[in-house]
């Protein structure tokens, strides 16, 4: 059997959403924590909110992605 060699693009692990990571997102806390799980309040306090309806900057990384994504339901990008 002969075997086929096929180029695989390389994950830059850059790359999200078409987005070059690095910049800066606002995030905004709308909706209370209140009957949530202990992990997504500590998902809240990590990106840095304390009361409600304040808005925190923080770098555009996947970390910070993937916390928005975790709570977003409880959370608003602001552009």
Same mark, same amino acid.
């Not at 086929?4 to 690095?22: F, I, P, Q």
């Not at 995030?27 to 209370?32: A, D, E, F, G, R």
């Given at each position: 059997?002969?075997?086929?060699?096929?180029?695989?693009?390389?994950?830059?692990?850059?790359?999200?959403?078409?987005?070059?990571? /690095?910049?800066?997102?606002?995030?905004?806390?709308? !909706?209370?924590?209140?009957?949530? %799980?202990?992990?997504? $309040?500590?998902? =809240?306090? /990590?990106?840095?909110?304390?009361?409600?309806?304040? !808005?925190?900057?923080?770098?555009? %990384?996947?970390?910070? $992605?993937?916390? =928005?994504?975790?709570?977003?339901?409880?959370?608003?990008?602001?552009?």
């Amino acid at each position: 059997m002969a075997s086929t060699k096929t180029s695989v693009k390389a994950y830059n692990r850059t790359e999200h959403d078409g987005k070059k990571s /690095g910049g800066t997102v606002k995030i905004k806390w709308v !909706v209370s924590f209140i009957s949530c %799980t202990d992990d997504m $309040r500590q998902t =809240i306090r /990590g990106l840095g909110l304390r009361r409600m309806h304040q !808005v925190v900057e923080r770098q555009d %990384t996947p970390a910070v $992605r993937g916390m =928005i994504h975790k709570v977003r339901h409880l959370v608003a990008v602001v552009e």
